[in-house]
């Protein structure tokens, strides 16, 4: 269950960004952009085809400051060596001519500091007012290896940091092991800047794919803005209604992403969600294996898919999530486009499956294998306005409560506060199963229905694709 945010660990990270910024731009950035430049192996072909090869300072970062557009649409800037801190901040290509941050091919980079315990440059990665970026390696995952702090203060350190309206950006074969957060992708609200205030702003385009995120501290993706309102006049979140906002507060929403896609990445032993979207239209979430989540044994952040509140219009197909302490999918969006279909979710703690959107929203639950969960299989709550027929078709449910004691018919879909439900018949029927052993499967099998006389002839649940 996803109740809040601990907004104060990433208020922190944002400030302590900010000093590194400022302090770095003094000190390094507008000296080292003209230094890299003329160290650099340079070919120019066209204006938007030069190629360049940085390497760290002699504190082992990188911090450049591109107000001035030394670097331009088209540029590919190799990486060289191992990077403590690489902060880029006003970068621009466009969308046929991005700019392409990589390891020089064939060499390994690292990036991160494992010994950072507080103060500046507390991310491997930040990007800062930066678009139509592109950020991996042309090799594969272990040619750029982000390793994270590992120090007690761990929990305030990001990976990979996009802020300040940075969007159009991809993020693709690299590996990120410990630190804080995986990869934080949201643009906080700032008084008196109406841009940084849903609806003014949106923030497009963002593609995370082929990547693996093990041991983070905290989430390893949290992808958009959690909050449902932003006080400005005090400083904090408000998730609560309008009715019951601080009369004489400034309260805004933080702006959106609209164009999500992630797929393809390995996420593991993270210590709290693994892979959380908020505020965000149009998403896309597929091919991913999510094990080992909620290490922290954190209730409140406990997710190891999380479609989070503000979201509308999402897909989450063809993952494979289990073996975890916490909830395997959790449910937060608003409205009716939401498709959740062929994914296994499978071997956790808590419930299986948990809904609890606003707005509306209603859900289309299709040919899913939920398996041997620690509670209810799949579990719909109209408390905060998932008041519309979702549609569960097609779907096999397994061992609700490890398949031990009496399983009563609610224990498979569970529903509360007005929830509804509209089950398929034939073709399109759920088939339930008390225990493992009565569906046939197997956990080895990925819990797939191979003996279809169970199923009266049909195909249903999970079908693994890859």
Known sequence: MKIR??????????????????????????????KTIGNSATSVTTTTGRTFTLVPDAYGRLVI?????????????????????????????????????????????????????GGGYPCAFDFSNCHYIKLGSPNGKAYMVINGSTTTAREAYFNIHLGN??????????????????????????????????????????????????????????????????????GVPYYGTTAGMTAGHQYVQPI??????????????????????????????????VTNWATQHNS??????????RTMGTNTHDNIVRNGWGELCQFYGSGTNHI?????????VGDGVSMRGAAGAAVQFLNNTVANTGGNTLRI???????????????????????????????????ENGAIVSEGTGSLANFKFAT????????????????????????????KLY
Request: hydrophobic share 35%.
């Open 5 to 34: 945010h601990d907004y104060r660990r990433h208020a922190l990270i944002a400030a302590a960004a900010l000093l590194s910024f400022i302090v770095g731009c003094k000190k390094e950035a507008d000296e080292s952009i003209d």
């Open 65 to 117: 400051n591109n107000s001035a557009g030394t670097y331009k649409p088209g540029d590919i800037i190799n990486l060289k060596g191992t990077f403590k801190a690489v902060f880029i901040s006003n970068m621009s290509g466009t969308a046929t001519a991005p700019i392409i941050f990589q390891n020089p091919s064939g060499s390994v980079s690292y990036f991160g500091d494992p010994a950072w315990a």
């Open 165 to 234: 309206h940075t969007d159009n950006f991809e993020i693709y074969n690299l590996s990120i092991n410990n630190g804080g957060t995986g990869i934080v992708a949201k643009t906080e609200p700032v008084k008196g800047d109406a841009t940084t205030a849903y609806p003014n702003s949106t923030m497009y385009n963002l593609s995370i794919h082929g990547i693996s995120i093990n041991n983070t501290r905290n989430e390893a993706m949290y992808l958009g803005h959690t909050a449902t309102y932003w006080d400005l006049t005090a």
């Open 256 to 289: 959106k992403w609209n164009g999500v896609k992630i797929y393809s990445n390995i996420v593991s032993n993270s210590g709290l969600d693994g892979i959380q979207t908020s505020a965000m239209d149009n998403v896309e979430i597929y091919s991913n294996t």
């Open 300 to 309: 409140a952040h406990n997710g190891g898919i999380l479609i989070g509140g």
């Open 340 to 348: 959740i279909k062929n994914n296994l979710f499978a071997d956790n």
């Open 381 to 415: 709550n109209g408390y905060t306005g998932q008041t519309g027929k979702n549609i569960v078709n097609g779907n096999v449910f397994i061992a609700p409560l490890k398949g031990v004691g009496t399983i009563y018919p609610k224990y498979y879909i569970y529903l």
């Open 436 to 463: 493992v052993a009565a569906s046939g499967t197997t956990a080895t099998n990925y819990y797939q229905i191979t003996n279809k006389t169970l199923t009266s002839g049909y195909t249903s649940g999970y079908v």
